[in-house]
């Protein structure tokens, strides 16, 4: 409701008025009014409009009995319509689950409007310990998660939104009721207890009157979910597969563009789940992921991607050898065995909700889902990361990390898979993403490269995936509880298969594991091709080239000096050029591995995963064909110091002689530091 002199009229909206006209149009039905007229909007949609009371009625210097008349001389009818629209507006009920993603998304919305404004208007101080609380621990580091963490209250307030709305649809999951203001009471405490605290944290008074309306739309909308449209279809299609994906195409389109980078796609993830079962048979004699004795983790498991496609892959199998009536058993004993590991509240709460409605999809339970918020790569059992001074979440923090402790070192985990991040760090980021006692521990993959005089390769190595496929050795031949066997199943950047910073780390696969597979999917997109492949897709949204890794080892006692035999596989063998084509043979591949053309590949030590050049449709590398290699030159003050002419060199030179020396020294050193350029030297 607007003063009587405010125009009403969106393209005159300015200020307080344009940002919470904003806002609003993420309610499903809604009013503005300034008391003359009346709209009526659905999201952004207006659908109706009247006339209320004439404004010369409301001016003070009209006599009430002439503002009388004029009032009586208007027709209501237009504005009671409004009004009993309102007055008689339901939540509406989604249809599907795209327009469930949708209702949750502009709810999700509306909240993050509200935190992000009242982030500027300042906090009341309970809400600003929530705040803290986010930004140390649940969404600390955050760019480990390819955000942006320059803007600290967008990244709280989204990551408060996504949360809250998850949050609220895991508990609604959980107990089956429909929630009220206590929601989080509708967790099991002992099942969920750091996301009963947050939810808790989110929703208590304080928190409450920060949102106003926004808090209601959120209860509304998750009450308005039917779980079974939820349940998986009868063509085997998961819609809470592609709920997140749909909920961020509303909620922040730029978000998409993020997830694609990270979200591996499903016919991928089922082909390294079919291979993980398939090594654990051949490598461990386990009974694949059926096993009772294998434990399995993804450490970083975004929204559960993985371990739902493992648990689906183990009710199937279940099926086939027993008949239906053994699956929902045989999935809740998976859900137990299973782990994740995750660095972000967001995706961590989807996991949790996603991975219950698969138990329970396949009729099996869940009291309590082995997903931990935690980072992988922070030592186990010690202080570090969790921060004393935290307000609501000290104590189930504390229990959160403790778990997660206890399975990064004890359990007996028997197949590390996922897809663990990659990015190229920037001096400065190690310290921050990889920690002190990773960076202490992926010397010695550093160290051999170095002792090989290929130290200026080391310039590649710092990224996070190499961390990651560091700790993966720690945790299956290292911690406390490695058996000293296992399996590997990583999809990854492919750039450790032949680059020679990576040589200590192939050595250290070699010297681990009996076997190693890989499949390469290529992709890379910034590299040359060879002449007769004009395009080569990824099967991400990303430019550098990845492909799976599948390594096992079968016995602790394995002969000094031993070294895996390894095997190659290439995707454009099997003709995939594009992405699709890619991901059809992925499927495929899941189903029949006989589809995929291994070759051996020779070599040993830190030698290259993948044949040598001219083997295959491979070429050679350039610094194997030329005998001196130098990463470059940088240059400086270009602008001065380079010409294309003798002539202009000289003459510029001449008058910068001539300059007073106080004149010619801001000459050159203004010229900053320019590009650096490539140059590969000498004769083959
Ligand atoms: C490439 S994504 C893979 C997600 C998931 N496997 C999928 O396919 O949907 C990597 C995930 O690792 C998480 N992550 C990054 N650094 C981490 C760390 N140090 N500890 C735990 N998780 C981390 C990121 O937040 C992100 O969700």
Request: proline share 6%; charged share 25%.
């Amino acid at each position: 409701m607007k003063a009587p002199t405010k125009s009403i009229e969106p393209a005159q909206l300015t200020g307080h008025d344009l940002h919470q006209f904003q806002r609003f149009k993420e309610l499903p039905l809604w009013a503005l009014s300034n008391l003359v007229r009346i709209r009526l909007y659905r999201r952004d949609e207006l659908l109706d409009q009247a006339d209320a009371i004439p404004l010369e009625a409301l001016d003070p210097a009209t006599s009430a009995a002439a503002a009388e008349r004029l009032i009586r001389a208007t027709d209501p009818s237009g504005f009671e319509r409004i009004i009993s629209s309102l007055a008689q507006a339901r939540q509406p009920q989604p249809a599907n689950a795209v327009e469930i993603a949708q209702v949750l998304a502009h709810a999700a919305r509306l909240v993050r409007a509200v935190v992000e404004a009242q982030c500027e208007e300042g906090l009341d101080p309970v809400v600003a310990n929530v705040r803290r609380d986010f930004n140390e621990t649940l969404f600390a580091r955050a760019e480990a998660g390819g955000y942006d963490p320059t803007n600290a209250d967008a990244l709280f307030a989204s990551a408060f939104a996504q949360t809250l709305i998850f949050g609220l649809l895991l508990a609604r999951e959980a107990s089956g009721v429909e929630l009220g203001d206590n929601a989080y009471q509708s967790l099991p405490e002992g099942s969920y207890p750091l996301l009963r605290g947050t939810l808790r944290a989110l929703t208590m008074d304080e928190t409450r009157a920060m949102l106003g309306a926004a808090f209601d739309t959120a209860i509304d909308a998750v009450n308005a979910v039917d779980p079974s449209m939820l349940a998986p279809q009868e063509d085997g299609r998961d819609p809470v597969l592609y709920l997140y994906e749909n909920f961020l195409r509303t909620f922040d389109r730029q978000a998409v563009e993020r997830y694609g980078v990270y979200y591996t796609p499903p016919e991928v993830v089922r082909l390294i789940v079919a291979q993980a079962d398939r090594a654990l048979r051949e490598g461990l004699g386990a009974d694949g992921l059926m096993d009772g004795e294998v434990e399995l983790l993804d450490p970083a498991c975004g929204t559960g991607t993985f371990l739902i496609a493992a648990a689906n892959f183990v009710a199937r199998a279940a099926e086939a050898r027993y008949g239906p009536g053994a699956v929902a058993a045989e999935v809740s004993d998976f859900a137990r065995r299973m782990h994740g590991f995750e660095l972000l509240v967001g995706p961590y709460t989807v996991a949790h909700y996603r991975m219950l409605r698969e138990v329970v999809g396949h009729g099996g339970a869940a009291e309590h889902l082995p997903i931990y918020l935690t980072d992988t790569l922070a030592p186990p059992a010690d202080a570090e990361g969790v921060e004393a001074h935290l307000a609501f979440l000290s104590a189930p923090m504390v229990a959160e990390r403790e778990a997660a402790d206890a399975v990064k070192q004890d359990s007996r985990i028997l197949c590390v898979i996922g897809n663990p991040p990659y990015k190229r760090l920037k001096s400065g980021e190690v310290d921050r993403l990889v920690g002190p006692t990773m960076n202490a521990m992926w010397k010695d993959l550093k160290d051999p490269v170095r002792n090989a005089g290929q130290g200026r390769a080391l310039n590649a190595f710092p990224d996070l995936y190499i961390a990651f496929y560091r700790w993966a050795l720690w945790r299956l031949f290292e911690a406390r509880g490695a058996e000293g066997r296992g399996v590997l199943a990583f999809i990854t950047n492919r750039g450790f298969l032949t680059g020679a910073g990576f040589g200590g780390l192939r050595r250290m696969l070699r010297s681990r594991f009996d076997r190693i597979r890989i499949i390469d999917l290529r992709g890379d997109n910034r590299g040359a091709r060879p002449a007769d492949v004009t395009r080569d897709d990824n099967v991400f949204n990303i430019e550098t080239g990845v492909c799976i890794l599948i390594a096992w080892r079968g016995r602790d006692d394995r002969p000094a000096g031993a070294e895996a035999t390894v095997e190659y596989a290439d995707i454009w063998d099997a003709n995939a050029f594009t992405a699709e084509d890619k991901h059809a043979w992925c499927q495929r591949a899941a189903e029949d591995p006989s589809l995929i053309r291994f070759r051996s590949v020779e070599g040993s030590d830190m030698d290259r995963l993948k044949p040598t050049g001219f083997t295959g449709q491979d070429w050679p590398a350039l610094d194997e064909l030329f005998i001196f290699a130098s990463n470059g030159i940088v240059t400086y003050r270009d602008g001065f110091a380079y010409a294309t002419r003798a002539e202009t060199m000289s003459a510029r030179i001449q008058r910068w002689l001539a300059l007073p020396p106080r004149q010619a020294r801001p000459r050159v050193q203004g010229n900053a530091r320019s590009q650096s350029r490539a140059c590969v030297a000498g004769p083959l």
